[in-house]
T-cell receptor, first 115, second 111 residues
Framework: DVKVTQSSRYLVKRTGEKVFLECVQD?????MFWYRQDPGLGLRLIYF???????EKGDIPEGYSVSREKKERFSLILESASTNQTSMYLC??????????????FGPGTRLTVT | GEDVEQSLFLSVREGDSSVINCTYT??????LYWYKQEPGAGLQLLTY?????DMKQDQRLTVLLNKKDKHLSLRIADTQTGDSAIYFC???????????FGQGTTLQVKP
């Protein structure tokens, strides 16, 4: 069974703190994605990775960075958390074997509150 | 353009049909998707349709694609309280593997 896990379901951090959000998939997928979800805005892509040590900026990368040292793990880093980064963060993965499908598998999400 | 548009809210009575609509601007999408997000959970793929199809049916779900109008709809027959969730329409972005999501439609099912 396909599985994407995220390190925390709920996280509360202070302004200025460095925050790490971890995502792990067990499907040997090459592609991994980080989104944030805000009411009325849907999902917006922050960063994605085509493979190990590769990363590409998405639509809203400002204030974020990522790390992909191992195939199964994709980390999202908030270098200095700000209140406007309070949001739900969703990780997803996709295998390139699915040539004719772009289905992504999602983790349960991390609800981050920055105070 | 990159926009995928959905209405934000739909309320139906249990047993009725629900129709959730989506419009998009880029006609080059290969696949269009419907994802479901239950409260407190991540997104789960419900169904998808290939761009050369007009309709796809899967049990209670019917997807209609009007390529000319760039309009996608999801019909849920005999809607149940367990169908209450946020439904996201998404399209592929060229060949990058990226998905472009709509804002999500919250479906409320009243008993």
């Amino acid at each position: 069974d396909v599985k994407v896990t995220q390190s925390s379901r709920y996280l509360v951090k202070r302004t200025g703190e460095k925050v790490f959000l971890e995502c792990v998939q067990d499907m040997d997928h090459e592609n991994m994605f980080w989104y944030r979800q805000d009411p009325g805005l849907g999902l917006r892509l922050i960063y994605f990775s085509y493979d190990v040590k590769m990363k590409e900026k998405g639509d809203i990368p400002e204030g974020y960075s990522v790390s992909r040292e191992k195939k199964e793990r994709f980390s999202l880093i908030l270098e200095s958390a700000s209140t406007n980064q309070t949001s739900m963060y969703l990780c997803a993965s996709r295998g390139v074997v699915a040539v004719y499908s772009y289905e992504q598998y999602f983790g349960p999400g991390t609800r981050l509150t920055v105070t | 353009g990159e926009d995928v548009e959905q209405s934000l809210f739909l309320s139906v009575r249990e047993g009725d049909s629900s129709v959730i609509n989506c419009t998009y601007t880029d006609s080059s999408s290969t696949y269009l998707y419907w994802y479901k997000q239950e409260p407190g959970a991540g997104l789960q793929l419900l169904t998808y349709i290939f761009s050369n199809m007009d309709m796809k049916q899967d049990q209670r779900l019917t997807v209609l694609l009007n390529k000319k109008d760039k309009h996608l709809s999801l019909r849920i027959a005999d809607t149940q309280t367990g169908d209450s969730a946020i439904y996201f329409c998404a399209r592929t972005s060229s060949n990058t593997g990226k998905l472009i999501f709509g804002q999500g439609t919250t479906l409320q099912v009243k008993p």
